[in-house]
């Protein structure tokens, strides 16, 4: 049987479908109830000569409609989460190949012309000192 936590948290589902279901149910019908399942369950059955287990079985119905639903929203954020993690995987190996060429194409370099290398490599270390230098003057 639905719960009294159901029924409150998801009212408007229910009250739609309940007047699509027993249309002699008047919005009054389907609001004095006050959260009481069992009056809820009494007023239907009074209004539309419906069975107490045809009733019950529309809210255990909804129950098992409501929890499917539950399984479906969470199969699909477990779904999402793992293409995200495969996404950032493939994208983290993409990089880690890129970094390897470069590292290889520059020990290439190097080897081809070793003077113009330590050329590059002393004017970026002046490069860096002087802007280290203005920037531990301007404290």
Known sequence: MI???????????????????WGEL??????????????LLGTIQRKTGEA???????????????ASAINRASE??????????DAGQETSHRA???VSEAYAEVEDMV?????ESIAICF???VIAGVVVSLLLRGR
């Open 123 to 125: 004017g970026a270390g």
């Open 76 to 85: 699909t954020v477990r779904a999402g989460a793992e293409h995200a993690v």
């Open 52 to 66: 107490r287990e045809s009733v019950e079985q529309f809210f255990e119905q909804f129950n098992s409609n409501g």
């Open 3 to 21: 719960s009294q936590q159901t029924l409150q948290g998801n009212w408007n589902e229910i009250k739609g479908l309940l007047r699509s279901k």
């Open 26 to 39: 008047t919005d009054d019908d389907v609001t004095e109830f006050n959260g009481n399942v069992e009056q």
């Open 96 to 98: 880690a190949a890129t």
């Open 111 to 115: 080897r081809q012309r070793p003077i």
